[in-house]
């Protein structure tokens, strides 16, 4: 295949599979057919649930990818450097992200939990991929760039950091069995996800466009926590410190460059 064509065929991936996020994640609420991310998230058994509005991220990251296609599936971005280096991880990352709606909304339980853990892994780690490149190359792109391009990236690399603990907590849960409290593996996953956090704001040399959805999801969760019933204090406050240290993080990264 000539490398126009695989331009081409990147560029068309991205515009497919941009809005399709989108419509696939909200099909169960406009038509009551199949399970609402929120109730997705709310039928496993994981303390990491975040209150509902923190899903409400997921409108802007949506718009703002639709966005990143329509720029990079433009003719005179086809053949641009750094919407080769990019392009495939996007598309790839928003092509998991419709796979794990899939699995999230019509999946049976099981194949529901499994299915969205493990298809989330390849969506992070693309997206982040894609992040990355954005952020150390973002003085290729112009103001526009740098509004439809590099911040709905970050946005969902961001989000998508953070909820991958949340797809793997029931899992991790169900493999202590009951000989473990609940609580201990709810900790342990939201440790991990903080260092995960933590390791790649500053491999992005502390991009605060990555670092909110993180926090936001933070602060919701300690919110949940310690305000709805069963009340998690525990959680709450590790949510609090969390937030705290990742936007710590991220301010001493950027007061050293």
């Known amino acids: 295949m000539s490398s126009d064509k695989k331009d081409i065929l990147r560029q068309w991936l991205n515009i497919i599979a941009a809005p399709m996020m989108w419509i696939l994640s909200t099909l169960p609420q ?6 609402t991310a929120k109730e997705f998230s709310d039928a496993n058994n994981s303390l990491l649930v975040p209150y509902g509005i923190a899903f409400s991220i997921w409108l802007p990251i949506f718009v703002g990818c639709i966005g990143y296609a329509v720029l990079q599936g433009l003719k005179s971005n086809r053949n641009r450097a750094i919407f080769r280096r990019t392009g ?17 909304g019509w999946g049976s339980p099981m194949l529901a939990r499994w299915g969205t853990a493990l298809i989330f892994i390849p969506a992070m780690l693309c997206l982040v991929k894609a992040m990355l490149i954005f952020t150390r190359e ?8 740098r509004l ?6 970050s946005l969902i690399a961001g989000w998508t950091s953070i909820a991958i603990f949340l797809n793997w907590t029931p899992i991790v849960i169900g493999s202590f069995g009951t000989s473990v409290q609940p609580i201990i593996p709810n900790v342990l996953m939201l440790c991990i996800a903080l260092i995960w956090a933590i390791f790649v704001t500053r491999r992005s040399g502390a991009n605060i ?26 959680i709450g406050v ?19 460059i």
């Open 88 to 104: 495939w991880w996007t598309g790839a990352g928003f092509l998991s992200v419709c796979i794990w709606a899939l699995f999230s």
């Open 209 to 234: 466009a990555y670092v909110f959805p993180i926090a936001w999801g933070l602060a919701w969760l300690s919110f949940k926590a310690l305000t709805q019933t069963p009340q998690t204090e525990i």
């Open 238 to 256: 590790f949510a609090i410190i969390g937030c705290v240290i990742v936007a710590g993080a991220a301010l001493v990264k950027r007061s050293r």
């Open 30 to 35: 406009i038509t009551n057919w199949g399970r």
């Open 138 to 145: 973002k003085a290729a792109l112009d103001k526009t760039e």
């Open 148 to 153: 439809w391009v590099w911040l709905p990236i």
